[in-house]
């Protein structure tokens, strides 16, 4: 997404600010105490203590515990589902963003088993699906170090 370049510096002031979380819709930035994200609606903690709750459909991106997540069309073997999900953006480089998405493979032994996949994205389109080859030079080219649980 467009906004996630920016997102990622805006992280960085609003540490400094002591300021953890936020959410945009359209072209409005907000700041808050807290967002969780449930199924079809985040629920907001705003800085004065006041609740609110809205529709995910209005939520482009947002920031929870410094880790900032942008709506991104999900593609499945190359091809857009023509669905939005919210994938964590992990860093980016030469305008290139590596997100991560959670995932979960329906058709296995065990359905709930999630597992992560990394995906780089040129604003709103996919550039590339990391694949167990790709992963370690992928990494490398954003400078982060591989690790395995």
């Known amino acids: 997404m467009l906004f996630a370049a920016a997102a990622l510096f805006f992280v ?3 540490n400094a600010a002591n300021v ?7 072209n409005d930035v907000k700041l808050c105490e807290n ?12 800085g ?14 947002y920031c929870s515990n410094g ?12 091809r857009s589902t023509k669905r939005s999900v919210f994938m964590q953006a992990i860093t980016s480089r030469n305008g290139l963003i590596l997100y991560r998405n ?11 088993k999630s597992h992560s996949v990394y995906y780089v994205y040129d604003g709103d389109a996919l550039h590339l ?15 982060l170090k591989l690790a395995y649980r």
């Open 35 to 46: 967002i969780r994200i449930g199924i079809n609606y985040a629920h907001v903690v705003l």
């Open 12 to 14: 960085s002031v609003l």
């Open 102 to 112: 959670v995932e979960y493979d329906r058709d296995s032994s065990d359905p709930l």
């Open 20 to 26: 953890s979380s936020w959410f945009v819709t359209g």
């Open 129 to 143: 699906t990391l694949d167990e080859k790709s992963i370690p030079d992928v990494f490398r080219f954003y400078g």
């Open 48 to 61: 004065n203590g006041d609740k609110m709750k809205i529709s995910l459909q209005k939520i482009d991106s």
């Open 67 to 78: 880790e900032v997540f942008d709506r991104m069309v999900l593609y499945k073997n190359g």
